[in-house]
């Protein structure tokens, strides 16, 4: 009798998971789908430049920062011998410099991956940067989101950037 109980606990703690695993990703479908119209809206603040909107997607108090790759960060340097790799910036001087831009500008975002359990989520895409329709970088970039009353907000940004006028 206790060698059936435990084959059936056994068998219920094996079986459990891999339910509920394949459950998960239907579970979140509306989240994920509230996170692309997120991405879509940022893109297209930027192109409206419209740094109020981009303003109101972020989370206060949230963290950025960039990494350069090192051929690009060779050429920064031969103006800025002080340049550093990673440098932190802030939602606020990117809304700022969007809606002040004086010439178009524009963010494409390529193979778009969201993973959500509701509570947070991580947005991570291939991008480029255009000016002018000019790809001036491009890198991968990634958000850290979170689920407030108001909807979802960009916590985190991370993003390597790859000059392009260097090819």
């Known amino acids: 009798m206790k060698l059936a109980l435990s084959a059936l606990i ?4 094996l079986v459990t998971p891999l339910h509920a695993k394949e459950a998960s990703p239907d579970a979140h479908a509306a989240d994920r789908v509230q996170i692309q119209q997120l991405v879509d809206r940022f893109k297209g603040a930027i192109i409206a430049k419209d740094g109020n909107a981009l303003h109101g997607m ?3 108090g949230g963290s950025w920062l960039q990494g350069v790759d090192k051929p690009s960060l060779d050429k920064v340097r031969a103006k800025q011998p002080d340049a550093q790799q990673f440098s932190p910036g802030n939602y606020e001087q990117f809304a700022k410099f969007i809606a002040t831009a004086p010439k178009p500008v524009e963010e494409t975002f390529n193979n778009v991956r969201i ?3 509701g509570i947070v989520g991580t947005v991570y895409f291939d991008y480029h940067f255009l000016m ?3 790809s001036m970088n491009h890198g991968t970039e990634t958000w850290q989101l979170v689920h407030t009353d108001t909807g979802w907000k960009i916590s985190a940004m991370l993003y390597s950037v790859i000059l392009d006028d260097m090819r």
Do not use: H, R
Not at 10 to 13: C, G, L, P, R
């Open 10 to 13: 056994v068998a219920t703690t």
């Open 58 to 60: 972020f989370l206060p």
């Open 115 to 117: 993973e959500t359990d």
């Open 132 to 134: 002018e329709g000019k």
